[in-house]
């Protein structure tokens, strides 16, 4: 009876593992992590080794089903968090002085998974027409599919935005400075202190020239109008204050 042919690969893997010693190749292919490189005591890379793998694994099922159930540390899928991530976080923390930082892919990703944890259908947004064209995008289209309307005013337009905001009960005010791409600069202090006399957020967005990110200052207030769901834990991390400006 005629066996089935070989593969090439097949082969070549049967005969390197007739030597002994060069079988590593073969637990290479049986899914074994590689070997493990420590560093001796008092010895350090200068910079920390980047991580990039897609996935992560536990020894035994049940610790990965204790780690998706969150009750034990660890790392599963990097597009959730690797140490490499995780890391720039605690770094970012500090410089910002905060407990902890979120990162997530993009500027444009932190800006909406912040307007969407913090609206819900019914609920108004005041922001301006000099902020980036995708954050208006995700404010007019995406937010408005929901039910959230806006009012969209100049950033140097103070007096409209207490008019906006004594006509109805508003959510958050949602502005950046600098402004992407014209770099006009808020009065921080004026929309912050408006926002909090009408019982709304404030929520700032800094593009940071030199830098590929965006970091969202959360102002919050104790709500009187339009309640809606708390903010997220780590909403207002990025920023260099959660107070409101006195």
Same mark, same amino acid.
């Given at each position: ?20 010693? &060069? ?99 019914? &609920? ?10 995708? @954050? ?50 808020? &009065? ?33 207030? @104790? ?18 204050? @959660?107070?409101?400006?006195?």
């Amino acid at each position: 009876m005629d066996e089935t042919p070989e593969s090439g690969s097949a082969r070549a893997v049967r005969r390197v593992c007739n030597d002994e010693a &060069d079988c590593y190749l073969q637990k290479a292919h049986s899914g074994q992590p590689p070997p493990t490189v420590e560093l001796p005591p008092g010895n350090r890379p200068l910079v920390a080794p980047i991580y990039q793998t897609v996935k992560f694994e536990f020894d035994t099922l049940e610790d990965t089903e204790r780690y998706l159930r969150g009750e034990r540390p660890g790392f599963f899928y990097t597009r959730a968090s690797n140490p490499t991530t995780r890391q720039l976080e605690q770094l970012l923390a500090q410089l910002q002085g905060r407990e902890d930082v979120w990162l997530p892919a993009s500027g444009v990703a932190a800006i909406s998974q912040t307007l969407l944890t913090l609206t819900k259908q019914g &609920d108004h947004i005041i922001c301006f027409v000099e902020t980036y064209n995708p @954050s208006r995008y995700l404010i007019r289209r995406l937010l408005g599919r929901f039910g959230v309307t806006h009012s969209m005013l100049s950033i140097e337009d103070l007096a409209g935005v207490e008019r906006a905001f004594a006509a109805q009960p508003t959510r958050l005010v949602f502005f950046e400075s600098p402004t992407n791409p014209v770099t006009k600069i808020a &009065d921080i202090g004026a929309l912050a202190r408006l926002a909090r006399s009408a019982g709304a957020l404030a929520v700032m967005t800094t593009p940071l020239p030199g830098f590929t990110s965006t970091v969202i200052t959360m102002w919050t207030c @104790s709500f009187t109008a339009s309640p809606s769901t708390p903010p997220a834990p780590g909403m207002s991390w990025a920023g260099p204050s @959660s107070r409101a400006p006195s």
